[in-house]
């Protein structure tokens, strides 16, 4: 009987060697081929895998080193792969050290990536993602790899995917987490830029809307404050400029 590792034909007067990339258990006529995936080396009584994170797809290989590394980006979950694409990693994942890494929070991968990509200024992004977010209008990123937006203070607004917030003008004013200034109404205004509210105009004074100061009433107008105009004195009264009181003509 042929043992292990060989064969024999009829009429054979000895036995024969299995050559690489096939196997016998003995007692065989012919010599089994290795699926793809393993290999065996002359007078093999069973095939070997080829390695986790490698691959081989073709037959009558003898050595280990016959088996060819995954592509970059890719691994494999089993040892036997004949697959030469193996499996890419997914996206929000990345391979090393023969496993798939979850990219952290800031940055991002698409499938079959070799390490992650930090998100840009003005984006974001939770663990294990394959995009990074924009910021949403009130909120901003100032540096790259950011995990949250941060909200705008008083005074300041941005729009979406900001990576500043920008100064509120003369004229306006914004609460925090603002996506846009809100311009002091009428009788109002706020001299300086980055305002978090707006001022009142006093007696004697008045303001349209947007405005950086109060204006005087004209002679012979006058206002009580928070005004958008102002009032002209009725007959027999008068009012120097930029009064609040209406003074009674005397007549001797």
Known sequence: MCGPGAYSGSGATACLTCPNGTYSLGNQSACTACALGY?????????????LNTYLNVGGKGSVSDCKACPAGTITQSVGNSDPSCSACLAGT???????????AGTY????QVNCTSCAPGLYSNASASACLAC?????ASSVQASACVGCDVGVYSLASASVCTACQPGSYALGNASACTFCPSGSYS???????????????YSWTNASQCLQCAIGTNSSGNASNCSACPFGTYASAGSFQVLMIEYS
């Open 136 to 140: 949403v209008a009130g909120l901003y």
């Open 39 to 51: 290999y065996a080396p002359v007078n093999a009584s069973a095939c070997l895998a080829c390695p």
């Open 94 to 104: 990345y391979a090393n050290n023969q496993t798939c890494v979850v990219c952290v």
């Open 109 to 112: 991968s698409l499938k079959g």
């Open 191 to 205: 001299s300086a830029a980055q305002a978090s509210a707006c001022s009142t105009c006093g007696a004697g004074t």
